[in-house]
């Protein structure tokens, strides 16, 4: 079984596109409409400072993407979140979900 997450119809994601800043920690580019992200309230420009408790800082952004945010749908996430403007941080649990990305 391995390697089948990703290939999965039970695979799912949160439905964040974001880009890595030097540090590690990831800005939220774009968001997939009516994913659980954009649903709880997450917003672009928010820069995710952990997931499930781990530092995005000093992280790898590919093993973040398809270690920590992506997972079996239905599965929890927590992601904590600066958003600029805010001194305290945000926290949001996410529950995975597949995503259809219109392109």
């Known amino acids: 079984m391995g390697n089948a997450v990703n290939t999965a119809k039970n695979f799912g994601g949160v439905g964040i596109d974001g880009v890595p800043l030097h540090d590690g920690r990831i800005v939220v580019k774009q968001l997939v409409a009516g994913g659980p992200a954009h649903l709880a309230g997450i917003r672009v420009g928010d820069i995710i400072t952990d997931v499930d408790s781990k530092p995005t800082k000093g992280s790898d952004f590919r093993d973040i993407v398809e270690h920590r945010l992506r997972g079996l ?12 403007g805010r001194d305290m941080p ?14």
């Open 90 to 103: 945000l926290s949001f649990t996410l529950v995975r979900k597949q995503l259809i990305i219109d392109k």
């Open 73 to 84: 749908a239905g599965t929890k996430v927590l992601i904590s979140i600066h958003r600029p």
